[in-house]
């Protein structure tokens, strides 16, 4: 297949290029798009025959469910039962924006697009881009993360065309994702409001509204694993990773002992002379932790073209999107962690 490019300018696609982009999902195509997290591989949600080209693409397990993407709390409404007053209260404060809730899905969602299940993923994206190609078709897209599965996910529009060129109609390049991880999702189907996966709406943000809100970073835990996407080896480069633990001067030790020169190591700025060997990438400050979040996945990217053998990490724990950053490299890490 002939892959389709077209740029984002401004946060905006022009006029032909978001009509010709709309017509292909109309049709049944698959196409890439930037939103403020991650790149979505998008395709016509009500469509059965687009959204299993989604799986066969990515190459994603049939049991890992989509987030459908509206444009507001209206059309949200158009594909659950009931829209619950918490339901109403979280997307008046974060929609659009990186949180998708599950709800009760109704009979307008194929089951292909939710695996099943009797609930749905649902979000309003803020990204421009995101929300012109959603009001254009009129149908919600359901888009997971623009990679394939098992790899880091998409942040940057090469990202997108090392992983999707050749296998899908177009891709849209936007530029850096503003971001760099995934949407939180909140399941709303419990009785209590429980986070499934970490993302880029902190926790801390989430209990200013819903101070009981129950999240617990165990993949063994089975509120997370109702989450199945969860469940998976996640977000890995082609090189295995350790996590190393410790204070900075332990872990810059045992990193240098065990590190040579084709292993890659991931720090954060203000460690980085401690590290003599290997090919140092730096994720970002830890006084600017956005700059950890948005820098997360390139990093593990970047790590591929270095052709590293193996990859040591730190234990970037910092800033509101903590939870998310460490849950990401945990699953890059497949659980591999040593203590310093
Ligand atoms: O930021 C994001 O969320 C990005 C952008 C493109 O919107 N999308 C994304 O999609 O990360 P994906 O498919 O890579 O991850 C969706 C996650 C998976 O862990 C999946 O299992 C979970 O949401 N999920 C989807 N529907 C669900 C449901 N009905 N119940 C529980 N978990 C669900
Ligand atoms: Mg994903």
Known sequence: MKTKHYTVHNQKLSKQD???????LQSGELVAFPTETVYGLGAN???????????????????????????SIEMAKRYVIGFPPIALKLAAIFWPGPLTLILQKNELV???????????AIRVPSHPVAISLITAC??????????LSGKPSTTDGWHV???LEGLVSAIIDGGKSAFGIESTVLDLTSKIPTVLRPGSTSIRQLEMVIPNVIFKNKSTNKEITKSPGMKYTHYSPKA????????PLKVSK????IANEQTGILCIKEHAHLYKKGQVIVLGSKNEPSQLSSNLFDSLRMFDKLKVTNILTEYPDYGDLKEAIVNRIEKAAGGKIIKA
């Open 138 to 147: 009129d149908f919600p897209l359901a888009a997971p993360s623009a990679n």
């Open 18 to 24: 978001l009509a010709t982009c709309t017509k292909l």
């Open 240 to 247: 295995p990773i350790t996590i190393v633990k410790g204070t």
């Open 254 to 257: 045992k990193i240098n002992e």
């Open 110 to 120: 194929p089951d292909e697009a939710t695996a099943n299940l009797s609930t749905v």
């Open 161 to 163: 065309q090392d992983d």
């Open 45 to 71: 949600a009500l469509d059965p025959f687009a959204i299993s080209k989604i799986f066969t693409v990515k190459n994603r397990p049939m049991d890992n469910p989509l987030i459908l993407h509206v444009n």
